[in-house]
């Protein structure tokens, strides 16, 4: 059963760094994706980064590109994101979630992916 958890959020000033850990447990494969997708306040989902289990290819949405990296560390069955200069729009609620490869999924969004975890709380204050 493949179950995921996002943590690390919290609530920081504009300019800072938080680092958001995704826990994933079950039977993951090379093929399937991992993404991050986050909701702000009164705003629908937007997907902001995503990795592939086996190469490491990744995508990253032009909100986060330069100031955001996604990573993985396969042996502990674990997502990262590490996100620098936060703006105050980067409030949001952060999930992580994941997606087989023939899951046709909304890359803008995350609509569609498999799986899901609870998300976890980032505020960023001016």
């Known amino acids: 059963e493949v179950q995921l958890q996002a943590s690390g959020g919290g609530t920081v000033q504009a300019g800072g760094s938080l680092r958001l850990s995704c826990v994933m447990t079950?039977?993951?494969?090379?093929?399937?994706?991992i993404g991050w997708v986050r909701q702000a306040p009164g705003k629908g989902r937007e997907g902001i980064s995503a990795?592939?289990?086996?190469?490491?290819?990744?995508y990253y949405s032009d909100s986060v590109k330069g100031r955001f990296t996604i990573s993985k560390d396969n042996a502990k069955n674990t997502a990262y994101l590490q996100m620098t200069s936060l703006k105050p729009e980067d409030t949001a609620v952060y999930y992580c979630?994941?997606?087989?490869?023939?899951?046709?999924?909304?890359?803008?969004?995350?609509?569609?992916?498999?799986?899901w975890g609870k998300g976890t709380l980032v505020t960023v204050s001016s």
């Open positions: 990795i592939t289990i086996g190469d490491g290819t990744t």
């Open positions: 079950g039977v993951i494969f090379d093929q399937w994706t």
């Open positions: 979630a994941a997606a087989e490869p023939h899951t046709d999924y909304d890359g803008n969004t995350g609509d569609g992916m498999d799986y």
